[in-house]
């Protein structure tokens, strides 16, 4: 292996990288970011998180994006497994909890997001028979992403009504919260 140059030294600290060594650019960092704060309102809103918890979970998140051929699929589908793991614990908030968030996220726990790729497939399964099945998870991942790109008030009540005129009122109140956090929670 050669030697770097101190230039290339110094030029390293600048980049990313996760696996692979593939850089991680602006538009995976925001995914993941907006990607952490929709599971950190849907599963842990009420719990302080540590720095060092959230790291290891956002670490997760941009391996997961960038490992993927399509980072944007990808993120869709994150969203949406996180969601179905969301409605899961709440069918049953007395017996059904969520782990530590780098518990939850951990590869090996089937019980966590990974046991949530089965739920995924069955639902893309029924998509394809009945392409509106569940329609909410897939337009929720889209409208959070949409605001916190844009950062735009008119997105937010344009989205907002959306799911009110539906009658999501589930996804309405999950949608302000996690609104309230990408604009507030540090």
């Known amino acids: 292996m050669q030697a770097l140059s101190s230039r290339q030294q110094k030029d390293q600290s600048e980049l990313y990288a996760i696996r692979g060594f593939k850089k991680l650019d602006r538009r995976i960092c925001t995914l993941a970011d907006t990607a952490w704060m929709v599971a950190y309102t849907a599963l842990w809103h009420t719990e302080y998180i540590a720095e060092e918890e959230k790291q290891k979970c956002q670490s997760f998140i941009k391996a997961f994006l960038v490992d993927a051929s399509d980072p944007q699929e990808a993120y869709d589908e994150l969203i949406q497994r996180i969601l179905l793991a969301r409605q899961y614990v709440l069918a049953d908030e007395a017996t059904r909890f969520v782990p530590a968030p780098s ?21 893309e399964e029924t998509r394809k028979s009945f392409p509106l099945h ?53």
Do not use: P
Request: charged content about 25%; hydrophobic content about 45%.
């Open 134 to 186: 569940r329609q909410y998870l897939k337009v929720f991942a889209e409208a959070i992403q949409d605001i916190a790109e844009t950062g735009a008030e008119e997105d937010f009540h344009y989205w907002r009504s959306y799911f009110i005129e539906r009658g999501w009122n589930k996804m309405v109140n999950l949608l302000l919260a996690t609104v309230g956090n990408l604009m507030f929670h540090g």
């Open 103 to 123: 518990v939850w996220f951990d590869e090996t726990n089937k019980k966590g997001f990974a046991g949530t790729k089965a739920w995924m497939r069955k639902v």
